[in-house]
């Protein structure tokens, strides 16, 4: 089982996740892989072999007005490569993200032809550094536009229409509102889709009142066989949140609201996770993607945590 954590390392602040520059200053793929490598150095001396990429690698990439950003992909074939190779040979295991606005169910067709080349971008950066099956991007279902019924055949019939490279690359992830467990495995079922249990989203949102150990073996089976299964882990936010917001007067006050379940801890309870990983106990091999707003440094605490309240589980780490 391998630990990953998603985008920002804060183990080390000076570590760019990516070029962030203003189109105006002329960002590059290429300087966004050169971030990445010292990502990836950092992640070998941290033990953490596995990690999510930034889905702006690419900046611009598919912005409609920007053309002279289109072909970052094919300028940058000789750094994918060597960034690939790196992962490769560190062992460390690479996915993205699609941004949120990426709706392949979307009934506005500009915002479908912009979410397939999203997806299409983010393959081909995936495919030009030699990265196998298990180097995924997650995506959700999307909207539901008043029918769900229709929302999920949309999202089937535009998946189904992608490029042989995007679909083998493409995993569908449960949220926490809209389309549960269930939701994803029928339209596995249909497509054949592989399926990424997000643990916390489950808890919020499991009406057809699947269990936790249950919801886990039927995700992994989605899987072929030679291909491991990740999961999303995460803690929900306990602490309150303090706001200023302005009283009947007009003057600024501190105002303690309670904490919003969906949203992320800073670090992983490990107790719950120990539960988590026991329920897995003689099922295949699986690496877990902890949300976290902790990051790195909630992988690393995590890691010494198992060691010291279940280091059988610990022995199972990569």
Known sequence: MRLGFAVQVLGRPQLKSHDSRRWQ????????LAYVRDILAYLDSAGLRMYRLQSDLAPYATHPDLPAFHRQVEESAAELQHTGALARRLGIRLSFHAHPYTTLNALDAEVTQRSLRAVEILAAILDAMGLDDDAVIVIHVGGLYGDRAA??????????????????????????????????????????IRVVLDRLHFLLNNPEGLALGEALRLALATWPSGQRPKVHYSSPRTEFKVTEEPDAEGQSVARARAALWRNHSDFINPFEFIDFARLAQGARDFDVMLEAKGKDLAALRLREDLAAFAPDLAARLE
């Open 25 to 32: 200053n002329s960002p590059h793929l290429t300087v966004s």
């Open 151 to 192: 929302s999920l055949d949309r999202f089937a019939a535009r998946y189904e229409a992608l490029p042989e490279a995007a679909r083998r690359r493409l995993v569908l992830e449960n949220d926490e509102e809209r389309y549960s467990l269930a939701d994803i495995l029928e339209v596995h079922r249909r497509t054949d």
